[in-house]
């Protein structure tokens, strides 16, 4: 393995719900929907969020995405991102054709890699157009992984974490459930498979552990041990 950029398992690839050592599982949020009070904003100030996302990104819908990560269920991801991380440094996100990293990644959603001990999440350039409680859903799911250990385990965790966290910010939005976008059409089957299991991972995890992606995958990692998490 080429030890100066690797790729975290956490590729999202279309259809399969395919997307370290993370936090100890004590530190991880529990999964409970709370009814979220945000609401998608007219406009964005992005010169204003510049500043306070330096080192993070310089796209407005990531930035808008990031607000909206804020105390909600995805706050957890959102300090990772933040810094709060096995790294201790920013999570470096933008969009870009994954292909030019590797044929094969064509069709992935986002992709998490780490390169000189610092973290990346590329999103496919083909979702800049997606709402941001949809990117937002993404970054909740990508930031948990934080080094190369993957695990069946953690896969799981990381899909329920996304599917709630798109549940709490797109509730009660039009703007978001019917943009039409190809990540909403993503984020909605896994709302749907949330719903299905009375809100908790039952059915993601059938999704997850079944997935031909994660064939050769362990089923734990480091701070994902627990067989029942």
Known sequence: MNKKSLIIFSAICVLFFPSAQAAKEADMPKIELEQSSKTQAEEFDIKKYSK??????????????????????????????????????????????????????????????????????????????????????????????????ASLNEETYAWTLEA????????????????????????EMLKKLFIKGNYTDKYIKKAVWTNPGYANMPSRSPGFEDEHL
């Open 52 to 149: 306070v996302y330096k080192g993070v990104t310089k796209d407005g819908v990531v930035m808008q995405a990031l607000e909206m990560m804020k105390g909600t269920i995805a706050d957890f991801s959102y300090k990772a991102i933040m810094g709060n991380n096995l790294t201790h440094s920013k999570i470096n996100i933008k969009f870009r054709n994954l292909a030019e990293i590797k044929p094969e990644y064509e069709s992935f959603d986002a992709l998490g890699w780490k390169s000189k001990g610092k973290l990346y999440i590329y999103i496919n350039s083909k979702h800049q157009e997606a709402p941001p409680e949809a990117i937002a859903a993404v970054l909740a799911h990508e930031a948990i992984h934080q080094d190369e250990f």
């Open 164 to 187: 709630a966290t798109w549940m709490q910010l797109s509730e009660g939005n039009d703007f978001a459930t019917s943009s039409g976008s190809a990540l909403v059409q993503r984020e």
